[in-house]
């Protein structure tokens, strides 16, 4: 008859329950992560692959492909339009931020950079034509504006940055009405940083 060694059985018979616990576990865990893949997962900041948020139609409407009216200036590259619920986000420039991030005061930059797009829309009577490109992260419209001036109608982004109040952004879009605006903005904007207009001797750390 042979042998059985008792300590080899019982250690044999005391896995058991212990495999078993194993293998429960090991179900769990692929039932909990199945329906964690299931899901939706906040996508990354490399993910986003667009400026446009997916709710900005659905809270403001349709982009509008043009408008016209009076306007002011919210800061150095936005402007609130009388009857318009989006704000326009000039296309093509960026400015001092209007507010530091840290402390919430004004900036003399983003002061000087609003002060300048202010007036000449006064001196235009607050009156612009702005062509859509897209909705940006904010939902702002982001538009190519012009206003009236002699001779010729003053695109208001152009303006900004010939004056040494802004500088090109995102210069590598192509606007389909346009398509060398890109190229304009980027020689006024060499021009301005050359005669140091503006706020260029400030950016380039002279003041």
Known sequence: MAMIDRPTAARGAGHAPLLALVLVLVLVLAVATGSADAQPRRPADGDKGSDKPV???ATLGALPKEWMGEA???D???LGGAGL??????WGVQAGELRDRQS?????AGMRARAALEDMLDKAEHK???RAVRWDRDCHVVAQCTVEASPAPLDLGGYMIASGMA???RLEEVLPWEPRASQRYAGAEAEARKAKRGLWPVWLGEK
Not at 85 to 90: A, D, G, S, V, W
Not at 104 to 108: K, R
């Open 167 to 169: 500088y090109g952004f």
């Open 72 to 74: 002011f200036a919210i």
């Open 85 to 90: 619920k989006p704000r326009l986000r000039l």
């Open 128 to 130: 612009v034509k702005c």
């Open 76 to 78: 150095g590259i936005t």
């Open 104 to 108: 919430g005061q004004e900036t003399v």
């Open 55 to 57: 709710d900005c139609v």
